[in-house]
């Protein structure tokens, strides 16, 4: 193409649901023209599943005629009415932003338009103002009409290169037309694959990690405070396709009333954490069937927020805010049994903390480096810690580089910078990396290397290997997935999204799944009715979803 109108809607995210008449005798070659798209461009085209804005492949008729340009909003017909994949091409470039390239407005810079050589449809070639457009015209663009009898041509070339009987698309999208969408498509979208579908039943909060399963398949596990305000655990089997399917319930998998559920894959087992009755700290240990092993009894006191992270495959630790509101962080270790003992902590001396996050950084044997993240009272601070065979000994922090924020999270990105993910004092959706020197001894905030998006409700981000995925809840109650990339100088850059694909959400946890593409992570979110519903994406680059509605 080489160029977009000026002020053209484009679809959110590179995504653009669809639907096709099923009249239409033509929808091998629509799909066709969709996987084009696909494996050249960004743009991904998913099955419509209740989204506001689509488009319909159908006839042509008088009540849609042309293909529009950009999104309109509601309902749009692309014109499908003849077979041939190039002019299929053609139409759902007009679809997803594309002007005539003999319509923009530098046109006549590069070629003559013999304006009363034109016979029919005359509108189609009127100059129009241009948003986004290529340095070049492009002669040989897919949205190029062709040129017309060469003896009498509608278009010649002011160079006379290329000739007219040259002049007019192929049928398939050029450079120069994939550099336009690569512009302003600049990343592969997060695509919805499946979803549990009829949920679990009411849940209040929930916690979820994914396992490798049997003949290629995945365990997402939901630890989660259910409907009657009871800890429960629910296992859902997600196989390569993305589809999802609920599993027994294992051998005791509920217990008594529980606040603030999370869990942490150890070992072949599993450890789960929360608040019992009396606001204590409490363990569950489950075996590799997920069978309910041990629990810490009154091992702990009694607790704020808290998380729980894996050290090694018979440790785990838990970082608190204790009841006096400081910062806690207790060793358990996990016997064979499944037996939880509590070996040692850092002491009744932490920081003021308000909430926490924590993740390890360097592991070794013996011992591990942990960052743990603690809102202050007036502010969120990047701590370093290490964890040996007997001991939790403060290293290093972040002094004063960040300010107020909450819903904070910490992961570790592929490069080695650790990235503080957190709702900002504008309730904006903030990433925040840093430095961490391999003995902890410095945590320096990377200055202009930040992450910004939008107002949220929640946050529940996943290392990933081109960086990090944050799910969050939107301001108006929508679940969005968010992809960054972290480049090796702890630069924070936005690609794709998952646009409208999924409905309204709360109490978001995201999983990575064990496989490589086609389905990678399983977001898992109290749905609109209040029910668990566990919801399969590809965020790596696969394709849309041929599915013909």
């Not at 013996?366 to 701590?383: C, D, F, H, K």
């Not at 090796?488 to 999983?511: C, F, K, P, Y």
């Amino acid at each position: 193409m080489g160029a977009s109108p000026s002020g053209v809607d484009l679809w959110r995210g590179g995504i653009v649901p669809y639907e096709i008449n099923p009249d239409l005798a033509n929808i091998d070659s629509i799909h066709q023209a969709i996987v084009h798209f696909e494996e050249q461009t960004n743009l991904r085209f998913v099955g419509r599943l209740n989204q506001d804005d689509y488009i319909r492949f159908s006839k042509q008729t008088r009540g849609n005629s042309n293909s529009e340009v950009g999104r309109q909003g509601g309902r749009q017909y692309v014109n499908a009415s003849l077979n041939a994949v190039g002019v299929l091409v053609h139409e759902l470039g007009h679809a997803v932003g594309m002007m005539h390239e003999h319509q923009r407005d530098d046109r006549d810079d590069w070629m003559i338009f013999h304006e009363d050589r034109v016979t029919d449809e005359a509108e189609q070639y009127e100059v129009e103002d241009t948003g986004a457009r290529t340095a070049r015209y492009d002669f040989q663009s897919v949205m190029h009409y062709h040129a017309g009898d060469p003896a009498n041509p509608i278009f010649e070339s002011r160079s006379g290169m290329p000739a007219p009987a040259d002049i007019g698309g192929h049928g398939t999208l050029t450079v120069t037309d994939k550099t336009l969408l690569e512009a302003i498509y600049p990343a592969a979208p997060v695509i919805r694959r499946s979803d549990g579908e009829g949920g679990a039943g009411e849940v209040l909060h929930t916690s979820a990690i994914a396992v490798p399963g049997v003949n290629n398949t995945a365990v997402v596990v939901n630890a989660i405070r259910n409907g009657s305000k009871k800890y429960q655990l629910v296992l859902w089997r997600v196989y390569d396709t993305g589809v999802v399917v609920r599993m027994p319930d294992p051998l005791g998998s509920t217990g008594g009333k529980a606040t603030a559920v999370t869990c942490t894959a150890v070992g072949s087992g599993l450890v789960s954490a929360m608040r019992d009755a009396d606001g204590e700290l409490y363990l569950i240990s489950h075996g590799d069937a997920f069978q309910r092993l041990a629990d810490s009894a009154d091992q702990a006191g009694e607790v704020g927020d808290h998380h729980l992270l894996m050290l090694s495959a018979n440790r785990v630790l838990s970082v608190c805010v204790s009841g006096s509101g400081r910062l806690l962080s207790i060793v358990w270790e996990i016997q064979s049994n499944g037996e939880i003992v509590r070996r040692f902590d850092s002491g009744t001396n932490g920081p003021a903390a308000a909430s926490v996050s924590s993740v390890v950084v360097e592991s070794t044997a013996g011992s591990q480096l942990v960052a743990i993240l603690y809102r202050a009272p007036s502010r969120l601070v990047l701590s370093t810690w290490k964890v040996d065979g007997s001991s939790i000994t403060f290293v290093a922090d972040s002094k004063q580089s960040m300010g107020a924020g909450d819903l904070a999270h910490v992961i570790a990105a592929p490069t080695g910078h650790v990235v503080v993910v957190c709702r900002d004092a504008s309730d904006r959706l903030l990433l925040i990396p840093f430095d961490i020197t391999r003995n902890g001894a410095a945590v320096t905030r990377i200055s202009g290397a930040d992450g910004h998006a939008g107002v949220i409700r929640e946050i529940a981000p996943v290392a990933r290997p081109y960086g990090l995925l944050t799910s969050v809840i939107s301001e108006g109650g929508h679940v969005l997935l968010i992809k960054w990339r972290v480049e090796d100088n702890g630069q924070i850059v936005r690609l794709g999204e998952s646009g409208t694909q999924a409905g309204e959400g709360s109490n978001l946890s995201v999983a990575a799944l064990p496989f490589a593409s086609k389905v990678t992570v399983c977001t898992v979110v109290r749905n609109g009715s209040g029910d668990l519903l566990p919801i399969t994406w590809d965020d790596v680059d696969g394709p849309g979803e041929l599915t013909v509605v």
